[in-house]
């Protein structure tokens, strides 16, 4: 399968623990217009790939300018 790069989103979060992602991570899997998505908390802005629907689970999501 060949991804569409024009439908990948980078977005800076406050996402910051496991605990964090899991509880997010059950509203992203739940949506079938999300294929695919990652939360890289290694990274300092804690990186999350296509959301519009973190905000709704109380956490901070604002797209990365390039």
């Known amino acids: 399968m060949e991804t569409d790069f024009n439908n990948i989103f980078i977005f800076e979060t406050n996402i910051k623990t496991e605990k964090d992602k ?5 509203v992203l899997n739940a949506n079938n217009q999300i294929e695919r998505w990652n939360i890289d908390l290694e990274d300092i802005d ?4 296509i959301i519009k629907i973190i905000t709704v689970q109380d956490f901070k999501c604002a797209e990365l300018s390039e």
């Open 46 to 49: 804690s990186v999350e790939q």
């Open 22 to 26: 899991q509880t997010i991570s059950e």
